[in-house]
């Protein structure tokens, strides 16, 4: 029995681990995704900050971060000088094109 609540207890953990994951991109509003990163500037996704940010990716896919990473996100901008290149890593749960957002900071 107590083999058998190890086994099960250390695949839960393994089976969680898998889910977590680190993107690094550009920070992006999710209705600017379509531009150039490296054009993309503070102010602008301080301006376009009302429909949720997410991160594009180097292949160019942009995942959308859930409400706490979109304040996350925000914090960040606010709390920086930093006005081009907005390259970060963001780490939390994935789930397709959405993630749950842990931590994001400058990359």
């Not at 301006?47 to 991160?55: A, D, E, K, L």
């Not at 959308?64 to 606010?78: D, M, V, W």
Request: charged share 20%; hydrophobic share 35%; glycine share 10%.
């Amino acid at each position: 029995m107590k083999l058998s609540f190890l086994t099960a207890t250390i695949l839960l953990i393994s089976g969680l681990a898998c889910f977590g994951e680190t993107l690094n991109g550009h920070l992006m509003p999710a209705k600017c995704q379509t531009e150039n990163p490296k054009t993309h500037t503070r102010d602008c996704a301080l301006q376009c900050q009302s429909t949720g940010f997410g991160i594009l990716t180097a292949k160019g896919e942009f995942v959308s971060f859930n409400p706490a990473g979109n304040t996350k996100a925000i914090e960040l901008l606010r709390s920086t000088a930093k006005t081009n290149d907005l390259r970060v890593s963001a780490s939390g749960a994935r789930n397709g094109g959405f993630l749950t957002v842990e931590s994001i900071r400058w990359e």
